[in-house]
């Protein structure tokens, strides 16, 4: 079956644009996560969706982030006035349930985001 | 301060070599530990998970061991395949978090030589 997928796979922008990346989940998981990971560092939190609660954003690390996640399946990250710091691999996961480790968090290819 | 620290940062092996990949955490109340594999330009797969009961899961070539009490997880890589060049990632668990947010390391990039 298919897989998380994200799109676009690579995105160079200029400092001070907005881009939009996007998160396919797996179908049927309730679960979706965001992840950044910047070179030599450990993948850092974002923000969580699970069903019809209210996400947890406290990953984000400044109100030029922003996510939404529509119908309970696909999902959207947004950088308004993007910064050369935000140069990293954006990662999407999603996973069959939530509010528990044990369930698998399966991971899409990423976008490069590259901001020039 | 990471609650994940990994080392070495990275090696080189030749192939059908063992190596060993070491993963201290500092993350308590403890929930469970997981080994990921990425490859490059891909995203993490699942290689093992453990919870504190367990001290050793094999996964083919792969097996990882859990000291609960020491903090301390390895994973080992047995006869070593070129295919075995990629990151390796730790990650923990903690009971803390009201819907079991995973921590990583920072990673292992193993080089695996002809």
């Given at each position: 079956g298919a897989g998380v997928s994200q799109s676009p796979s690579n995105k160079v922008t200029e400092k001070g644009k907005d881009v939009e990346l996007r998160c396919d989940p797996i179908s049927g998981h309730t679960a979706l996560y965001w992840y950044r990971q910047s070179l030599g560092q450990g993948l850092e939190f974002l923000i969580y969706f699970q069903g019809n609660s209210a996400p947890d954003k406290s990953g984000l690390?400044?109100?030029?982030?922003?996510a939404e996640r529509t119908g309970g399946s696909v999902s959207t990250l947004t950088i308004q006035r993007t910064q050369q710091e935000d140069s990293a691999v954006y990662l999407c996961a999603s996973s069959l349930g939530g509010g528990s480790s044990s369930y698998e968090q399966y991971f899409g290819p990423g976008t490069r985001l590259t901001v020039t | 301060k990471n609650q994940v620290e990994q080392s070495p940062q990275s090696l080189i092996i030749l192939e059908g070599k063992n190596c060993t990949l070491q993963c201290n955490y500092t993350v308590?109340?403890?929930?469970?530990?997981?080994?990921?594999?990425?490859?490059?330009?891909?995203?993490?797969?699942?290689?093992?998970?453990?919870?504190?009961?367990?001290?050793?899961?094999?996964?083919?070539?792969?097996?990882?061991?859990?000291?609960?009490?020491?903090?301390?997880?390895?994973?080992?890589?047995?006869?070593s395949q070129l295919s075995?060049?990629?990151?390796?990632?730790?990650?923990?668990?903690?009971?803390?978090?009201?819907?079991?947010?995973?921590?990583?390391?920072?990673?292992?990039?193993?080089?695996?030589t002809p």
């Open positions: 690390p400044s109100d030029r982030f922003s | 308590s109340p403890f929930s469970n530990l997981r080994w990921y594999k990425q490859d490059t330009g891909r995203g993490p797969v699942s290689l093992t998970i453990m919870t504190f009961s367990e001290n050793t899961k094999s996964n083919g070539r792969y097996t990882a061991t859990l000291d609960a009490d020491t903090k301390q997880s390895s994973l080992h890589i047995t006869a075995d060049s990629a990151s390796y990632i730790c990650v923990v668990s903690g009971t803390t978090d009201s819907w079991g947010k995973l921590q990583f390391g920072a990673g292992t990039q193993v080089v695996v």
